[in-house]
């Protein structure tokens, strides 16, 4: 069954450096989502991309951060420079939807990130 | 405001009963409503969609009931078994392609 892949796993970093977390959504969906969950909070929306632009986007979504579909694979989520408060799990996902198609939401893994 | 509630925390079930979560919403009109579990330290994994239209879902043994008066979404996984223990999300969304709005979401232990 296709899924949502997301490397790295885990990623440390110090605080004021860049970060990039990467994605392979599933391959026929045209819809793609960044959310992060802090550890023990909610899961949060950040930025929504259709059709090589930002369609929607969260006041957590500011300009330290930045979307891009480098080819027709990968969608990566960057972060200029990272905070403490940039720690968490960030998930990526991916949706169909269409006329006619579900609007289920697929999650990847996760890419767990520690901010020093 | 916007608010989505998950009846408590925690549901402590003993296996083979039907566990029963709520997930409450204020000051939304969702088109759809998203169920999915959560492992801990693993993603979100999708469960049951329920659209706005749709009074209840089936889906071997879980099944989600919408009710748009009461601002109100139940979901039954019945005949319980520990490896059901996790914790449940419910997730609104207003639109097809946006952003799902979470609940808070709901540790279920099933004991044996």
């Known amino acids: 069954e296709p899924e949502v892949t997301q490397t790295p796993s885990h990623q440390v970093t110090q605080m004021g450096q860049e970060v990039i977390l990467r994605c392979v959504p599933i391959?026929?969906?045209?819809?793609f989502y960044w959310y992060r969950q802090i550890l023990g909070q909610k899961v949060e929306f950040l930025v929504s991309?259709?059709?090589?632009?930002?369609?929607?986007k969260s006041e957590i979504f500011d300009d330290q951060f930045s979307v891009e579909r480098p080819d027709g694979s990968n969608f990566t989520l960057k972060i200029r420079s990272t905070k403490l408060e940039d720690s968490a799990m960030y998930f990526c996902?991916?949706?169909?939807?269409?006329?006619?198609?579900?609007?289920?939401?697929?999650f990847g893994p996760g890419t767990r990130l520690t901010v020093t | 405001s916007q608010k989505i509630e998950q009846n408590s925390e925690a549901l402590n079930i003993q296996e083979g009963k039907t566990a029963t979560l709520t997930c409450n919403y204020t000051?939304?009109?969702?088109?759809?409503l998203q169920w999915y579990r959560q492992d801990p330290g693993r993603g979100p994994v999708f469960l049951l969609l329920?659209?706005?239209?749709?009074k209840e879902k089936r889906k071997e043994r879980l099944k989600v009931t919408f009710d748009t008066t009461l601002k109100q979404s139940l979901f039954h996984i019945t005949a319980s078994q520990p490896a059901d223990s996790a914790t449940y999300l419910c997730?609104?969304?207003?639109?097809?392609?946006?952003?799902?709005?979470f609940g808070k979401g709901t540790t279920l232990s099933v004991s044996s």
């Open positions: 997730a609104l969304g207003v639109q097809a392609g946006t952003a799902l709005i």
């Open positions: 000051n939304y009109s969702p088109a759809y």
């Open positions: 991309f259709y059709n090589n632009e930002i369609s929607e």
């Open positions: 996902a991916s949706s169909e939807v269409g006329t006619g198609i579900s609007y289920e939401q697929y």
């Open positions: 391959s026929n969906h045209l819809y």
């Open positions: 329920i659209r706005e239209n749709e």
